[in-house]
């Protein structure tokens, strides 16, 4: 099971390693989440009918904006989908309601309203890199609708300590590997003002 773009980095793996990954594992199924995709990634959708081990699930929580009716999906060879079909009115904690089909439908329906949105997303966070990589930090690449950065001046949660000082929040995730880091999502033009102005703010003390 991988997350592809991963959370929290936002980095994306390309498609050719997820092809070397299924073949490595052609005896077990394959879970790719693409919750973040649609900001950036490849997506593995291609890859089923070659793979009947690869299973590609999706939300509409993120690039649809519908994360309040809980709106996801499964794509994969009929015999993963069978499979999941038999356990679905079990184990789906989840059922769709009336709204959230319509709500669902009506998304996938404006297309130009979706490609408007997700563009003004992906141009916000290479924006805010900038911005930030201008401030010293150091981002990792994103394919997803946050960036994942640390400054070498600052710990991790102490920025975001200080941030919040300053009414900006941010995601610390305090662990090992991630202790470094701050997940800034993209907002609007004036919550990245907002963001600067703050981190430069916190830099200067």
Do not use: W
Not at 4 to 20: K, M
Not at 97 to 122: H, L, N, P
Not at 167 to 192: C, N, S
């Amino acid at each position: 099971m991988i997350a592809n773009p991963n959370a929290p980095t936002g980095v994306a793996l390309p498609r050719p390693d997820i092809v070397r990954l299924l073949e490595d594992h052609s005896n077990i199924p394959v879970l790719i989440d693409e919750a973040y995709v649609d900001f950036g990634g490849e997506s593995a959708v291609p890859l089923i009918a070659d793979h009947p081990n690869l299973l590609v699930v999706q939300t509409m929580s993120k690039s649809r904006a519908l994360a309040g009716l809980r709106v996801g999906y499964a794509l994969g060879d009929a015999g993963l989908i069978e499979a999941l079909r038999r356990v679905k009115d079990s184990f789906n904690s989840y059922p769709l309601g009336r709204i959230a089909q319509a709500g669902a439908t009506a998304s996938v329906c404006d297309e130009a309203y979706f490609r408007e949105s997700r563009a003004k997303v992906v141009a916000g966070r290479e924006a805010m890199t900038q911005e930030l990589t201008r401030l010293g930090f150091v981002a990792l690449p994103s394919n997803a609708n946050f960036v994942f950065v640390r400054h070498p001046a600052r710990g991790g949660s102490e920025f975001a300590s200080a941030l919040r000082e300053r009414a900006v929040l941010v995601r610390h995730f305090d662990k090992p590997r991630t202790a470094p880091y701050l997940r800034i999502t993209v907002g609007t033009e004036d919550d990245t003002r907002r963001l600067i102005a703050a981190a430069a703010d916190v830099l200067r003390t």
